[in-house]
């Protein structure tokens, strides 16, 4: 069910019933979505943590503070007009030295609400300092409040997963929050598989249509509803190793792209050339779209998960973290992964990682020989703070994470820590 938001531009007073209302009132429609959304397949939906009345108190008052002046970053504006096309993690640095810290400024308590207040395009958002802190508001404080204007209210309804902002841009995680990267392997071994091509090709790309067939026992037949008939398109089931100890953590399916199932089996009745009828299997019609390689005869299709609302903050992990980069998503062949690219690692929901968590990647310092004087035993570099990554999917041993800044190319085995 499409949730709706009321925009209001009649303003009395800081007194008056305002943004901070309707925030709150976003903010539990999100949390409600997201226990009603079904979880992908094989994922991890953040967990509700069970908190004592001290840690509650205790989160209240970390966010009552906000932030200390001196995390503000250099030059952050007293306040900002949201616009289309930011992100949660972009404002929060445009305020912040470390983005990360970004619950404290809004004054969030992490321990009882799981979701963001969420920010629209057009609000504008006003950082006050009181003392040796600062806070981020979406209206002004009484005592910062100009004198009034009333003016006629005016509604408008939109969609509230349309317009709230994102944490990230969009673009380069939207796929993994749809796509069951993680699957079991006799599962994909039991989808339904493309078995022919149109034109005698052999291999298939966006726009083409393919056939494909299902098990005897679960034929691909056509779904009562548009949902029903979308699929994604795997390939293989790769091994996700733990670099240090060699452990398989989980299996990673190649996505190749979305489907959708025109006609569903069937059989149909021909001539058999001796003056009647054979019964022949018809295989279901496939359209491909949205493809990210060539697809192929054996390929699986896997049913489309629901969309699931990304209510979640860049903040830093509640407890320790030590992790490591276990593979570069996307290419088996490439041994460096750049900013913007997605990275697996070997700790996941069990962990206590959560989508949200803000990591700092460490190079491991490289042993060289000593160039001052032969014959020196060789030397360790230091290992080095390298970018920062945030966590936004989760699964039980496994999590992706995006490359939000980095100096040097990350490679499988480098470290991933609590943020500094």
């Known amino acids: 069910m499409q949730q709706t938001r009321n925009h209001m531009t009649a303003f009395t007073s800081a007194r008056r019933t305002g943004w901070g209302t309707l925030l709150a009132g976003a903010m539990l429609v999100a949390a409600a979505q997201a226990q009603d959304q079904p979880s992908p397949a094989g994922s991890v939906p953040a967990a509700q943590p069970h908190t004592t009345a001290q840690q509650r108190a205790t989160a209240q008052q970390v966010a009552e503070h906000g932030v200390p002046l001196q ?77 009034t204007v009333r003016v006629s209210p005016r509604t408008r309804s939109d969609s509230l997963a349309d317009v709230a902002l994102p944490t990230l841009n969009p673009d380069l995680v939207e ?86 199932l025109v006609r569903g089996e069937s059989m149909e009745d021909v001539p058999d050339g001796k003056g009647g009828h054979t019964s022949k299997h018809v295989p279901a019609t496939i359209d491909l779209s949205a493809t990210k390689g060539e697809i192929q005869a054996g390929d699986r299709l896997l049913p489309a998960p629901a969309r699931v609302f990304s209510g979640y903050v860049p903040r830093a992990p509640k407890s320790d973290v030590d992790a490591r980069v276990v593979a570069l998503y996307g290419n088996a062949a490439v041994e460096f992964a750049a900013q913007n690219q997605v990275v697996s690692i070997n700790k996941g929901a069990q962990d206590g990682i959560e989508p949200g968590y803000v990591l700092s990647l460490v190079n491991k310092g490289a042993s060289i020989a000593d160039g001052t004087e032969e014959g020196k035993p060789a030397i360790k570099l230091p290992n080095e703070i390298n970018g920062t990554a945030m966590v936004f999917r989760t699964f039980d041993r496994v999590s992706y994470a995006l490359i939000l800044e980095i100096r040097n190319a990350v490679r499988v085995g480098d470290r991933l820590v609590n943020p500094r």
């Open 175 to 260: 796929p993994f929050l749809a796509e069951p990267l993680v699957v079991d392997p006799q599962v994909l071994l039991q989808a339904p598989r493309v078995v022919a091509m149109t034109d005698d090709r052999m291999l298939m790309a966006s726009g083409d249509r393919v056939y494909a067939r299902g098990s005897a026992k679960s034929p691909l037949l056509a779904g009562s509803t548009s949902a029903s008939r979308r699929y994604r398109v795997f390939r293989d089931a790769t091994a996700l190793k733990d670099p240090g100890t060699g452990e398989v953590l989980a299996y990673e399916a190649q996505y190749l792209g979305q489907a959708e």
């Open 71 to 147: 995390e503000l970053a250099p030059g952050a504006p007293d306040s900002y007009s949201v616009k289309r096309g930011d992100t949660l993690w972009g404002i929060a640095g445009l305020f912040l030295k470390h983005p990360w810290y970004w619950p404290q400024l809004w004054g969030m308590n992490r321990e009882t609400i799981h979701n963001p207040h969420l920010i629209f395009p057009g609000q504008t958002l006003y950082l006050e300092k009181d003392g040796a802190y600062a806070r981020l508001r979406s209206s002004r404080s009484a005592a910062a409040e100009p004198d």
